[in-house]
T-cell receptor, first 110, second 112 residues
Framework: GEDVEQSLFLSVREGDSSVINCTYT??????LYWYKQEPGAGLQLLTY?????DMKQDQRLTVLLNKKDKHLSLRIADTQTGDSAIYFCAEKDYGQNFVFGPGTRLSVLP | DAGVIQSPRHEVTEMGQEVTLRCKPI?????LFWYRQTMMRGLELLIY????????DSGMPEDRFSAKMPNASFSTLKIQPSEPRDSAVYFC??????????FGPGTRLTVL
């Protein structure tokens, strides 16, 4: 079946940029997503990109999609302590089959 | 909008008891999803509904689990009888079009 992979941990210093990477296997993905989960909370949809796009920017967030390599990344500029959370990559095919990665725990160091 | 509402937020029960988790989707959303999150298995889709009709329940672990959506504003996930391995956080999510999902805060279930 489809699979989504992410590195499990990332540490950055406050003010630096964070880049969280994701790879997926489903070549029929239509949408790819980034969610943020803070402790004790649900998943918050941060941003998403349609599969025919290469890049999407939304304030401090930049999503890059390399469809050939099935690679998705999320860049957070000027990372703040409030950005500390688990970030999930997810993809959806033409149906409503959403597949989530294991999540990357981002720690922002002062 | 209040977002997706789930109740209870926390549930502690004993093995063998029946557990019912509740979800109110965002008004106007026509798809509803139930997920389970554990450290070992991550986020797993259990079942989803379109227009109150169950579409895919292949993720429901076994017959002890059942889900209903009697109307567009309410869904339940029932576990009977519950077992310690069912301990997890259960999330409900709703979607207006099927392309984006909005998650509730989750119900943390502990089965002793």
């Amino acid at each position: 079946g489809e699979d989504v992979e992410q590195s499990l941990f990332l540490s950055v210093r406050e003010g630096d940029s964070s880049v969280i990477n994701c790879t997926y296997t489903d070549s029929s993905s239509t949408y790819l997503y980034w969610y943020k989960q803070e402790p004790g909370a649900g998943l918050q949809l941060l941003t998403y990109i349609f599969s025919n796009m290469d890049m999407k920017q939304d304030q401090r967030l930049t999503v890059l999609l390399n469809k050939k390599d099935k690679h998705l990344s999320l860049r957070i500029a000027d990372t703040q302590t409030g950005d500390s959370a688990i970030y999930f990559c997810a993809e959806k095919d033409y149906g409503q089959n959403f597949v989530f990665g294991p999540g990357t725990r981002l720690s922002v160091l002062p | 909008d209040a977002g997706v509402i789930q109740s209870p937020r926390h549930e502690v029960t004993e093995m063998g008891q029946e557990v019912t988790l509740r979800c109110k989707p965002i008004s106007g959303h026509n798809s509803l999803f139930w997920y389970r999150q554990t450290m070992m298995r991550g986020l797993e889709l259990l079942i989803y509904f379109n227009n109150n009709v169950p579409i895919d329940d292949s993720g429901m672990p076994e017959d002890r689990f059942s889900a209903k959506m009697p109307n567009a504003s309410f869904s339940t996930l029932k576990i009977q009888p519950s077992e310690p391995r069912d301990s997890a956080v259960y999330f409900c999510a709703s979607s207006p079009t099927g392309d984006t999902q909005y998650f509730g805060p989750g119900t943390r279930l502990t089965v002793l």
